[in-house]
């Protein structure tokens, strides 16, 4: 049963009059698709007048009962039943935090009142948030008093006897005014007592206007949904969608366009002009209904009224002339909102267009969506400004989504659907809103094709259109290239013929399981070459070729047009156009015959000049270029692939820690439980994969003990890499860290947070692994009897032992390795860092990886091999999707320079990804052990900034770098020994590394790798590099200081030929780690970086114009 979340009418009480009257306006509600109605106070109110002043919470306001015979309790039972008929729950306001001065309840009770110090009682105010100074008291008002225990208990018994009474007269939910001034315990008190009467009552808090630490302490408290602060959003700072991240994790919130609070927004925009009020109330009332899992609209808005709700003098008579009727139109929107999972749950939002972008992307995703679920994401777009239109380049979006999805689908209410294709810009008119609703990507099985076999000379007559050079291409077609969902491939290629025939060619290309070839036109560049685009919108692996033809009808009209103009009869040249078009319309059999048949009359009915200018036409030209012969047509030799990633392939952030570390209690090793929860915490920090090394039973025999000794303590719970014990092998779990349920129970709650789990896949073996006696054939064995060991000399392994790829354990084995990452799979697995798989057979790799991208295309694959450049390169083409580095040792500005401009600008930035891992459980690096914590802040910046995609292993946050003497590896490494944590020790860079990733989160040219470019520091211990976007409207210039110990600073050559800028211009900047904003002018500026406070400066500039 799918969730929808509350679609509220606020049907204001005094201004619709009587309750006898209120059920008229059912079915008006009914018809623009709403399911609750709040009722503001309906209850007799004391000497103000105020609604909110209650006097007597059980005796109807003298205005709403309408001189009626019946009871108070009578005619809301009957409204609470008809509003039922219509489909509609109702909603009264329940306010406790006061009640008016003159209540009833303040003679029965005089002793549940806050008294002031004179022993009057004490009256509520509020502090203007815009100036302290100034604070409202209201005078009608007396505060409850909830502190006393006494005073506490007596209002409790109170309210939950009113909460009885009206759930019995048919009232399904309350709305609690100013929620944040009652203490939670109350709130839970008092939800419970309503829920023991009927556990489907609902309960709305109202926390407007308060601080971030009151909405959170009614967290736990009960309610089923906040009002958030949308309606005062400007759609470009960040604070709404903090609050929405914040709120989100205590109860879904509601969002409004205006309330009885706010002026009507038709009285801000102005109703003079109809045209502009309509756009305005719109595009505010699909936002509100869009942006939050719940939407309310207070009566009057769909008619755009302008006279404020007044609690006091509003009645009947302020009812308003309709100024437009937007009742069909917000029907329309509750009913795309209703059919829209991810717009009815408090999921995961995020800004993903740039900072200064003009237009706001906004992508919301149903929380821990199955990869193939239907429906989960919805993106929203909009261009807040009034006087102008914007393009958006919707690659990025949708690269942002992950790849999970093959469409979206454009379900904007009362609008002609817009294509989301990248590639395509989308322009936005001004005030224009759109949302798009995402359709699941299909998994249909590969089917492969035998090549047809051809005679020897029809096969090289076939071929007169010569398509060579073609790029990219690996390795003659032997490999696929890699991309990543939203990118837009270029292809590019030499295509001539002989003679002067006036070419055409076209990029084929199709995902698998596609049956049909998408066509993406090609156009000369210069000299032969030409270059098309392929848009790449699934995670799937493509294939692509190149089809080239001669254009008949251009040949033509070229050499046609050349003797026109010098001049030459060319009657017969007509005719012989005509017979081009003619050839068309008999090879054509489907929609193209009517144009061509209307091309063949008009040629035929002029004459003279007007048949030449006719011939020379667009028209003619237009219908030959879709409908035309396409003579002497050539195909590629080759059949080319492209493996497109979802974007997690191309940008994550990677936290490796052992589970059995996770403990918070030191006298007990760390389970799966004990990882969950560290979720909200890895989740905070930004990270998106959590790591672990093998998590499968560890053997006895041979175990090591700590620091690789080979004499372990009966406590020494061995290494993780020696997989396979009597519990079981590859397919197993240790049982100290847990069992299958607390794994998928692990699983699941990671996914709630935002994170995937990646495991290590390492194919060695235990002596006591299963397999050993199973399948003795697929080891080694030494002349004695005995299994080898693993060795590195002069590095032993002897509690590992290595499986045999081929000889008697050829095919068994590869499908035994194989069946377990599918296994892993199945249990919600989709990423795997491989340990040493350039110590195994490369044809291995790429049919397993094959094999299980077939069936998991989202499947991805981390190379962990620190070997030679031309074996890691080849395990990169074989399949795998990312690869370790050289990054670790890399530490001076030429060592940097030199191997990022190799990865990001030589050939293998076709199919070679880097996972930059500042350290690793077997790799602490000098520069750490060195350097200290401001070594470690530094290499964190690199890492994280370099490459798209980097990691960090788990005491990386804490600077522990004590290393074993005369190793680069950490003592007491985790390897062999359980360690604790403690993740909030002095000196840690948790919030450091926060801040990192949200500067790579908030900024799209960091979730890119090619687009890095190095510029000019005068200083060779000051590395200055920059990204930006392809549009550039995201410009990042960054700054490290490679020197862990001095200070250093010296000028830098701000790019601003890079922005079109001459060298003197004004560039506004955002230092990001600070939030500080300046100018620059000019491109040469100083910096200077000390490593304790800043060893490095990420600076946003702003683009022109911004």
Same mark, same amino acid.
């Given at each position: 049963?799918?969730?929808?979340?509350?679609?509220?009418?606020? %049907?204001?009480?005094?201004?619709?009059g009587?309750v006898?009257?209120?059920?008229?306006h059912?079915?008006?509600?009914?018809?623009?698709?709403f399911?609750?109605?709040?009722?503001?106070?309906?209850?007799?109110?004391?000497?103000?007048?105020?609604?909110?002043?209650?006097?007597?919470?059980?005796?109807?306001?003298?205005?709403?009962?309408?001189?009626?015979?019946?009871?108070?309790?009578?005619?809301?039972r009957?409204?609470?039943?008809?509003?039922?008929?219509?489909?509609?729950?109702?909603?009264?306001?329940?306010?406790?935090n006061?009640?008016?001065?003159?209540?009833?309840?303040?003679?029965?009770?005089?002793?549940?009142y806050?008294?002031?110090?004179?022993?009057?009682?004490?009256? =509520?105010?509020?502090?203007?948030?815009?100036?302290?100074?100034h604070?409202?008291?209201?005078?009608?008002?007396?505060?409850?008093?909830?502190?006393?225990?006494?005073?506490?208990?007596?209002?409790?018994?109170?309210?939950?006897?009113?909460?009885?009474?009206?759930?019995?007269?048919?009232?399904?939910?309350?709305?609690?005014?100013?929620?944040y001034?009652?203490?939670?315990?109350?709130?839970?008190s008092?939800?419970?007592?309503?829920?023991?009467?009927?556990?489907?009552?609902?309960f709305?808090?109202e926390?407007?206007?308060?601080?971030?630490?009151?909405?959170?302490?009614?967290?736990?408290?009960?309610?089923?949904?906040?009002?958030?602060?949308?309606?005062?959003?400007?759609?470009?700072?960040?604070?709404?969608?903090?609050?929405?991240?914040?709120?989100?994790?205590?109860?879904?919130?509601?969002?409004? =366009?205006?309330?009885?609070?706010?002026?009507?927004?038709?009285?801000?925009?102005?109703?003079?002009d109809?045209?502009?009020?309509?756009?305005?109330?719109?595009?505010?009332?699909?936002?509100?209904?869009?942006?939050?899992?719940?939407? &309310?609209?207070?009566?009057?808005?769909?008619?755009?009224?302008?006279?404020?709700?007044?609690?006091?003098r509003? #009645?009947?008579?302020?009812?308003?002339?309709?100024?437009?009727d937007l009742?069909?139109?917000i029907?329309? @929107?509750?009913?795309?909102?209703?059919?829209?999972?991810a717009?009815?749950?408090?999921?995961?939002?995020?800004?993903?267009?740039?900072p200064?972008?003009?237009?706001?992307?906004?992508?919301?995703?149903?929380?821990?969506?199955a990869?193939?679920?239907?429906?989960?994401?919805?993106?929203?777009?909009?261009?807040?400004?009034?006087?102008?239109?914007?393009?958006?380049?919707?690659?990025?979006i949708?690269?942002a989504?992950?790849?999970?999805?093959?469409?979206?689908?454009?379900?904007?209410?009362?609008?002609?659907?817009?294509?989301?294709?990248?590639?395509?810009?989308?322009?936005?008119?001004?005030?224009?809103?759109?949302?798009?609703?995402?359709?699941?990507?299909?998994?249909?099985?590969?089917?492969?094709?035998?090549?047809?076999?051809?005679?020897?000379?029809?096969?090289?007559?076939a071929?007169?259109? $010569?398509?060579?050079?073609?790029?990219?291409?690996?390795? #003659?077609?032997?490999?696929?290239?890699?991309?990543?969902?939203?990118? @837009?491939?270029?292809?590019?290629?030499?295509?001539?013929?002989?003679?002067?025939?006036?070419?055409?060619?076209?990029?084929?290309?199709?995902?698998d399981?596609?049956?049909?070839?998408?066509?993406?036109?090609?156009?000369?560049?210069?000299?032969?070459?030409?270059? #098309?685009?392929?848009?790449?919108?699934?995670?799937?692996?493509?294939?692509?070729?190149?089809?080239?033809?001669?254009?008949?009808w251009?040949?033509?009209?070229?050499?046609?047009?050349?003797?026109?103009?010098?001049?030459?009869?060319?009657?017969?040249?007509?005719?012989?156009?005509r017979?081009?078009?003619?050839?068309?319309?008999?090879l054509?059999?489907?929609?193209?015959?009517?144009?061509?048949?209307?091309?063949?009359?008009?040629?035929?009915?002029?004459s003279?000049?007007?048949?030449?200018?006719?011939?020379?036409?667009?028209?003619?030209?237009?219908?030959?270029?879709?409908?035309?012969?396409?003579?002497?047509?050539s195909?590629?030799?080759?059949?080319l692939?492209?493996?497109?990633?979802?974007?997690?392939?191309?940008?994550?952030?990677?936290?490796?820690?052992?589970?059995?570390?996770?403990?918070?209690?030191?006298?007990?090793? #760390?389970?799966?439980?004990?990882?969950?929860?560290?979720?909200?915490?890895?989740?905070?920090?930004?990270?998106?994969?959590?790591?672990?090394?093998?998590?499968?039973?560890?053997?006895?025999?041979?175990r090591?003990?700590?620091?690789?000794?080979?004499?372990?303590?009966?406590?020494?719970?061995?290494?993780?890499?020696?997989?396979?014990?009597?519990e079981?092998?590859?397919?197993?779990?240790?049982? &100290?860290?847990?069992?299958?349920?607390?794994?998928?129970?692990?699983?699941?709650?990671?996914?709630?947070?935002?994170?995937?789990?990646?495991?290590?896949?390492?194919?060695?073996?235990?002596?006591?692994?299963?397999?050993?006696?199973e399948? =003795?054939?697929?080891?080694?064995?030494r002349?004695?009897? $005995?299994?080898?060991?693993?060795?590195?000399?002069?590095?032993?392994y002897?509690?590992?032992?290595?499986?045999?790829?081929?000889?008697?354990?050829y095919?068994?084995?590869?499908y035994?390795?194989?069946?377990?990452?599918?296994?892993?799979?199945?249990?919600?697995?989709?990423i795997?860092?491989?340990?040493?798989?350039?110590?195994?057979?490369?044809?291995?790799?790429?049919?397993?990886?094959?094999?299980?991208?077939?069936r998991?295309?989202?499947?991805?694959?981390?190379?962990?091999?620190?070997?030679?450049?031309?074996?890691?390169?080849?395990?990169?083409?074989?399949?795998?999707?990312?690869s370790?580095?050289?990054f670790?040792?890399?530490?001076?500005?030429?060592?940097?320079?030199?191997?990022?401009?190799?990865l990001?600008?030589?050939?293998?930035?076709?199919?070679?990804?880097?996972?930059?891992?500042?350290?690793?459980?077997?790799?602490?690096?000098?520069?750490?052990?060195?350097?200290?914590?401001?070594?470690?802040?530094?290499?964190?910046?690199?890492?994280?900034?370099?490459?798209? @995609?980097?990691?960090?292993?788990?005491?990386?946050? %804490?600077?522990?770098?004590?290393?074993?003497?005369?190793?680069?590896?950490?003592?007491?490494?985790?390897?062999?020994?359980?360690?604790?944590?403690?993740?909030?020790k002095?000196?840690?860079?948790?919030?450091?590394?926060?801040?990192?990733?949200?500067?790579?989160?908030?900024?799209?040219?960091?979730?890119?790798?090619?687009?890095?470019?190095?510029?000019?520091?005068?200083?060779?211990?000051?590395?200055?590099?920059?990204? &930006?976007?392809?549009?550039?409207?995201?410009?990042?210039?960054?700054?490290?200081?490679?020197d862990?110990?001095?200070?250093?600073?010296?000028?830098?050559?701000?790019?601003?030929?890079?922005?079109?800028l001459?060298?003197?211009?004004? @560039?506004?900047?955002?230092? %990001?780690?600070?939030?500080?904003?300046?100018?620059?002018?000019?491109?040469?500026?100083?910096?200077?970086?000390?490593?304790?406070?800043?060893?490095?400066?990420?600076?946003?500039?702003?683009?022109?114009?911004?």
């Amino acid at each position: 049963m799918s969730i929808v979340g509350p679609r509220i009418y606020n %049907l204001f009480p005094t201004l619709v009059g009587p309750v006898r009257d209120w059920a008229g306006h059912l079915p008006r509600i009914q018809g623009m698709g709403f399911d609750w109605i709040f009722l503001n106070p309906i209850h007799q109110p004391g000497f103000s007048g105020s609604l909110y002043a209650v006097k007597d919470p059980y005796r109807l306001h003298d205005a709403l009962r309408g001189g009626s015979h019946e009871s108070d309790d009578e005619l809301l039972r009957r409204f609470t039943g008809e509003a039922g008929a219509h489909g509609q729950s109702v909603m009264m306001d329940f306010v406790i935090n006061h009640t008016s001065r003159d209540a009833l309840l303040v003679d029965r009770h005089p002793d549940w009142y806050k008294r002031g110090a004179d022993g009057d009682l004490h009256r =509520p105010g509020a502090v203007d948030p815009n100036n302290t100074a100034h604070v409202t008291v209201w005078g009608d008002l007396a505060s409850l008093d909830y502190d006393r225990p006494e005073s506490r208990a007596g209002l409790i018994g109170y309210w939950s006897d009113y909460l009885r009474h009206y759930i019995g007269l048919g009232v399904r939910g309350f709305r609690c005014d100013a929620a944040y001034q009652v203490p939670a315990e109350v709130w839970k008190s008092l939800i419970d007592a309503a829920h023991a009467v009927n556990p489907e009552v609902k309960f709305f808090a109202e926390t407007l206007g308060c601080t971030v630490e009151q909405v959170r302490e009614l967290c736990g408290a009960g309610f089923d949904f906040l009002f958030n602060s949308a309606k005062w959003w400007d759609f470009k700072a960040d604070w709404l969608l903090d609050q929405y991240e914040e709120f989100r994790w205590i109860a879904p919130s509601i969002a409004f =366009p205006e309330s009885h609070d706010t002026d009507r927004l038709a009285a801000e925009v102005g109703s003079q002009d109809a045209v502009r009020l309509a756009a305005q109330l719109k595009m505010h009332y699909l936002f509100a209904a869009s942006f939050s899992t719940g939407v &309310m609209m207070p009566v009057g808005f769909e008619y755009g009224f302008t006279r404020k709700l007044d609690v006091v003098r509003t #009645g009947p008579a302020d009812w308003e002339q309709p100024k437009l009727d937007l009742t069909g139109f917000i029907g329309a @929107v509750n009913a795309m909102k209703a059919a829209t999972p991810a717009l009815n749950v408090e999921g995961p939002q995020r800004r993903v267009t740039s900072p200064h972008s003009p237009v706001l992307g906004l992508i919301r995703q149903v929380d821990g969506a199955a990869l193939d679920q239907p429906d989960a994401c919805a993106i929203l777009v909009l261009n807040p400004d009034e006087n102008r239109p914007h393009n958006l380049d919707v690659g990025p979006i949708l690269a942002a989504t992950g790849g999970t999805y093959e469409a979206f689908e454009d379900v904007t209410p009362e609008a002609e659907p817009l294509p989301m294709k990248p590639g395509a810009p989308m322009m936005l008119r001004p005030m224009e809103l759109r949302v798009f609703r995402a359709r699941a990507a299909r998994r249909r099985p590969v089917e492969l094709h035998d090549v047809e076999e051809r005679e020897w000379m029809e096969s090289i007559a076939a071929g007169r259109m $010569t398509i060579e050079n073609v790029y990219p291409e690996l390795d #003659g077609g032997r490999f696929a290239i890699k991309r990543a969902v939203g990118d @837009v491939m270029e292809v590019w290629a030499d295509i001539y013929t002989d003679g002067t025939f006036v070419l055409a060619a076209s990029v084929m290309y199709k995902a698998d399981g596609d049956e049909a070839w998408s066509e993406a036109p090609m156009r000369l560049h210069e000299n032969d070459r030409w270059v #098309g685009q392929v848009p790449l919108v699934r995670n799937a692996r493509y294939t692509y070729s190149i089809e080239a033809w001669r254009d008949v009808w251009e040949s033509w009209r070229a050499d046609f047009k050349k003797k026109v103009d010098a001049g030459m009869v060319v009657d017969l040249e007509l005719v012989e156009g005509r017979r081009f078009v003619e050839q068309a319309l008999d090879l054509n059999h489907g929609d193209g015959r009517a144009a061509l048949q209307a091309v063949i009359e008009r040629m035929q009915a002029l004459s003279g000049r007007e048949a030449i200018d006719y011939a020379l036409s667009d028209e003619p030209r237009r219908v030959m270029k879709q409908y035309g012969e396409r003579q002497y047509k050539s195909r590629y030799v080759r059949e080319l692939e492209v493996y497109v990633d979802r974007t997690a392939g191309a940008y994550s952030a990677w936290f490796e820690i052992f589970p059995r570390s996770a403990s918070p209690d030191p006298s007990r090793p #760390g389970n799966f439980d004990d990882v969950v929860n560290l979720l909200p915490m890895v989740r905070d920090m930004g990270f998106d994969v959590l790591y672990f090394p093998p998590i499968h039973p560890i053997g006895r025999a041979f175990r090591k003990g700590k620091n690789n000794t080979l004499n372990p303590g009966p406590d020494d719970p061995g290494v993780p890499y020696a997989i396979g014990a009597e519990e079981g092998g590859h397919d197993a779990i240790d049982p &100290m860290i847990g069992d299958f349920d607390s794994f998928r129970r692990l699983v699941r709650e990671a996914k709630r947070h935002g994170i995937e789990i990646a495991l290590d896949f390492a194919v060695q073996c235990s002596p006591d692994h299963p397999w050993v006696k199973e399948h =003795p054939h697929w080891f080694y064995w030494r002349p004695d009897g $005995t299994i080898r060991y693993a060795e590195n000399p002069p590095k032993k392994y002897q509690d590992i032992v290595n499986v045999s790829f081929y000889r008697q354990s050829y095919p068994d084995l590869w499908y035994a390795l194989r069946d377990v990452v599918l296994m892993w799979c199945k249990e919600g697995v989709r990423i795997f860092r491989v340990d040493n798989p350039h110590t195994k057979p490369f044809p291995f790799w790429e049919w397993m990886i094959r094999e299980v991208q077939d069936r998991y295309p989202d499947a991805l694959f981390l190379a962990e091999a620190f070997t030679r450049p031309k074996l890691m390169k080849r395990l990169a083409k074989v399949g795998f999707t990312q690869s370790y580095s050289y990054f670790t040792w890399r530490t001076t500005k030429a060592e940097l320079t030199e191997y990022l401009t190799e990865l990001t600008q030589g050939e293998s930035r076709e199919y070679m990804r880097p996972n930059f891992f500042a350290n690793t459980p077997d790799i602490l690096p000098p520069i750490l052990t060195q350097g200290g914590r401001p070594a470690h802040m530094m290499r964190a910046v690199l890492a994280a900034t370099l490459a798209g @995609v980097y990691g960090l292993y788990g005491p990386y946050l %804490l600077c522990e770098a004590e290393a074993y003497p005369g190793k680069e590896e950490y003592n007491h490494s985790e390897k062999y020994e359980i360690r604790h944590w403690d993740w909030n020790k002095p000196g840690n860079i948790r919030d450091y590394v926060t801040a990192i990733n949200r500067i790579r989160r908030e900024n799209p040219a960091l979730q890119q790798f090619t687009n890095l470019r190095f510029y000019n520091a005068f200083d060779d211990n000051i590395l200055l590099y920059g990204k &930006m976007t392809a549009a550039k409207d995201n410009v990042i210039l960054i700054a490290v200081n490679l020197d862990p110990h001095n200070g250093h600073g010296g000028t830098i050559e701000v790019p601003l030929w890079e922005l079109g800028l001459p060298d003197g211009a004004h @560039v506004q900047v955002e230092d %990001l780690f600070s939030g500080h904003r300046f100018t620059w002018i000019g491109k040469f500026q100083h910096v200077w970086l000390d490593p304790h406070r800043n060893p490095a400066a990420i600076w946003r500039i702003a683009p022109p114009g911004v």
